[in-house]
C-alpha cells in the first residue's frame, strides 16, 4: 500500500489554478523530491497533503487512509504527518529537549525521556539537550527540527525548503545525515526545493512540476538522460540541440557529421532534435577546425566551454583529466564531435 496516494488535485486562488487535476502515488520508505521553478506549486501541494490548504478538490489518501474528498477535510494534526519548516520553527523559549518533546503530552515523563534521549543519540546531540536554539548552528538547529519530527512518530514526513538556509558544506553533509535517518526509520517523505542539485542528493525520485503539473516522474538520471520535453532537458541541466535527419535504420546526418546509433533508429523523413548534454560532445584543437571558441571558464575537474560551430552556440564539458596539460582559449580553432551514447530525440 502505497504510503501517500493523490488523485486529480485542483487547486484555486481566487481565479488562478495553483494546481491542476495532479496525480501523485509515494511508496512505503520512498523519499520523493518536488521540484520546479517558484510557483510552479510545490509548496501548495505539500501544504494540501499537510491539510493546511483550503480551495481544494481531489483526494488524498495517506496508507490507505481518505484525508481529503468531498465533504471530507481531516484535521492537520490528525494525518499522523511530520512536518519540516525552511526556518526550523523551534521554540526559543524551551531548550533542545523540550522542543523535541513538544508533541508528546500524552506520555508519561519516562516515556518522554527514553524517546527523547534515543532521538537525541540519533541525531548525535546528547551533549546539547540543555541549550537553546540560539545557542546552536544552523546544521544543530535543523537537527533538532528533525528529531522533533520523529518524536511524533509520522507516516510520513513532509520537508519545505529545509536545507536552503545552510552554507553549501553543512547542507549536503546534513542531506546525508536526514536520508539515512529517514531510510533507517522506515519512513516516507516529501521533500520541496527549487535546488536540482539537492533533489539529486536526496530524493529517490523528482517529481519535475511546471503550472500546477508534474511533467516527468522518475529517478535523477532518468529526468536528466531521457527528459521527455525541452522544459525537462533545460531544467536538469544545459542542454544543446541539434537537427538531424535520419539517413538509414542506424544512422543520423547533421551539422555535426554523421551520427551513429548502437541501436534501431525511427526512419522519419521529417527533421528531427537530438538532445546532447554538454559532456556528450568532444572537442579536440584543429588548425582547421570549424568551431571558434567563444568562452572558456575554468571550474576544478573540467572546464566549461562556448563554441559557435557553423553558426550555433554549442556548451561543452571538457574533464581535465590528470596530466592533461590542453588548456583551451578564446579564439581557438576547433573540431567537435559527438560520442557515442543513448539518442535522446525530442520533437
Known amino acids: ?14 481565479d488562478i489554478q495553483v494546481l491542476d487535476l495532479l496525480d501523485l502515488t ?3 520508505n520512498e523519499i520523493m523530491c518536488l521540484l520546479g521553478e517558484s510557483g510552479c506549486g510545490k509548496t501548495t501541494l505539500l501544504k494540501a497533503v499537510a491539510g493546511l490548504q483550503a480551495q481544494l478538490s481531489g483526494d488524498i489518501q495517506i496508507n490507505g487512509n481518505p484525508v481529503n474528498g468531498k465533504g471530507l477535510n481531516v484535521a492537520p494534526e490528525k ?4 512536518f519540516i519548516f525552511q526556518d526550523y520553527a523551534l521554540f526559543p523559549h524551551l531548550n533542545v529537549f523540550d522542543n523535541i518533546a513538544f508533541s508528546l503530552d500524552r506520555l508519561s515523563k519516562q516515556e518522554i525521556k527514553q524517546r527523547v534521549d534515543s532521538l537525541l543519540a540519533l541525531v548525535q546531540l546528547s551533549d546539547y539537550s540543555e541549550r537553546f536554539a540560539h545557542q546552536l548552528s544552523g546544521g544543530q538547529q535543523q537537527r533538532v527540527a528533525i528529531a522533533r519530527a520523529l518524536a511524533y512518530q509520522p507516516d510520513l514526513m513532509l520537508l519545505d525548503e529545509p536545507f536552503s538556509n545552510l552554507d553549501h558544506h553543512v547542507r549536503f553533509q546534513l542531506i546525508d545525515e536526514i536520508r539515512a535517518l529517514l531510510k533507517s526509520s522506515g519512513m516516507s517523505a516529501l521533500f520541496v526545493t527549487h535546488s536540482k542539485e539537492e533533489g539529486f542528493a536526496f530524493a529517490d525520485k523528482i517529481a519535475l512540476m511546471q503550472a500546477g503539473k508534474i511533467v516527468q516522474i522518475g529517478t535523477a538520471q532518468a529526468l536528466y538522460c531521457h527528459p521527455n520535453s525541452r522544459y525537462v532537458a533545460d531544467f536538469m541541466g544545459l542542454s544543446n540541440y541539434l537537427k538531424v535527419h535520419a539517413v538509414d535504420q542506424f544512422s543520423y546526418q547533421s551539422d555535426l557529421g554523421l551520427l551513429t546509433s548502437d541501436s534501431e533508429i525511427e526512419l522519419n523523413k521529417a527533421p528531427l532534435t537530438l538532445l546532447l548534454r554538454p559532456e556528450q560532445i568532444a572537442i579536440t584543437s584543429s588548425a582547421d577546425g570549424l568551431g571558434c571558441i567563444s568562452k572558456v571558464s575554468f571550474s576544478g575537474s573540467y572546464q566549461e566551454i562556448r563554441v559557435i560551430y557553423r553558426g550555433n552556440d554549442y556548451h561543452i564539458k571538457h574533464s581535465n583529466h590528470f596530466g592533461d596539460t590542453q588548456q583551451f582559449k578564446v579564439g581557438d580553432r576547433v573540431s567537435l ?7 535522446v530525440l525530442l520533437r
Open 1 to 14: 500500500m502505497p504510503t501517500l496516494q493523490i488523485n486529480k488535485l485542483s487547486c484555486f486562488y481566487q
Open 26 to 28: 509515494l511508496n512505503h
Open 79 to 82: 494525518r499522523k504527518i511530520g
Open 337 to 343: 564531435r559527438v560520442l557515442n551514447h543513448d539518442f
